[in-house]
């Protein structure tokens, strides 16, 4: 069965510092990943996805993730994180072995940016 | 980028009632969408698949009788909460997903907003 992991629940963390949201996954299969962002009540807007290619993946608002099949992970960074960057972030994988649109998230890491 | 609305955004009923949520692709055609549901500080999970002319597939351990899905046409489809109960309170989202052009892969997906339904 495949599943994603998100190791962080909570990642405090100042202005303009670096940061890294952990995320790893299981499958059997090739998977397509996904980095999705929720602002407060609001749906998911999509950050950035893996589906073949380099495994340098970037993303909108000066996201990138890296694909790493050896150690199963898709962690998330950002060289310098603004206020307005505080969210809850979701890693996914796409249920199958194909991009079936069928998502599995992981837990969510709360990014939380202080002044 | 694609726009995936729902309505409403916010409800609140009496236990035993009916909820309809609706969600909608304005600007593209979505022969398949998805039912997500989030609880209070906790990830998605999948509940069901809409298909459009045909009927929906529910997860294991989603009732169907409870959540109604009509697809009705190629930009709408409608999840239902039949004599909703308290523990049906949550936040309910919708996805559409943009199949890629000559491919039967979906290259992405667009969210609604959401809809919080609270039932008292």
């Known amino acids: 069965a495949q599943s994603v992991t998100q190791l962080d629940s909570q990642v405090p963390v100042f202005e303009e510092a670096p940061v890294e949201l952990r995320c790893n996954y299981s499958s059997s299969v090739s998977v397509y990943l996904f980095w999705y962002v929720q602002y407060p009540n609001q749906g998911l807007q999509l950050l950035l996805k893996?589906?073949?290619?380099?495994?340098l993946v970037k993303g909108i608002n000066g996201f990138e993730a890296e694909f790493n099949k050896s150690q199963t992970s898709f962690h998330l960074r950002k060289p310098s994180v603004h206020i307005s960057d505080t969210a809850e972030y979701f890693c996914a994988v796409s249920r199958g072995s194909s991009n079936t649109g069928k998502l599995i998230f992981g837990q969510g890491t709360t990014l939380q940016v202080k002044p | 980028g694609a726009v995936v609305s729902q309505h409403p955004s916010r409800v609140i009923c009496k236990s035993g009632t009916s909820v309809k949520i609706e969600c909608r692709s304005l600007?593209?055609?979505?022969?398949?969408m998805f039912w997500y549901r989030q609880f209070p500080k906790q990830s998605l999970m999948l509940m069901a698949t809409?298909?459009?002319?045909?009927?929906?597939?529910?997860e294991q351990g989603v009732e169907k009788d409870k959540f109604l899905i009509n697809h009705a046409s190629l930009t709408l489809s409608t999840l239902t909460v039949t004599s909703a109960h308290p523990e049906d309170s949550s936040f309910y989202i919708c996805?559409?997903?943009?199949?890629?052009?000559?491919?039967?892969?979906?290259?992405?997906?667009?969210f609604g907003p959401g809809t919080r339904l609270t039932v008292l």
């Open positions: 996805s559409a997903p943009l199949r890629s052009a000559g491919t039967s892969a979906y290259n992405e997906q667009f």
């Open positions: 600007d593209f055609q979505a022969t398949t």
């Open positions: 893996y589906l073949s290619g380099s495994t």
């Open positions: 809409s298909n459009e002319g045909s009927k929906a597939t529910y």
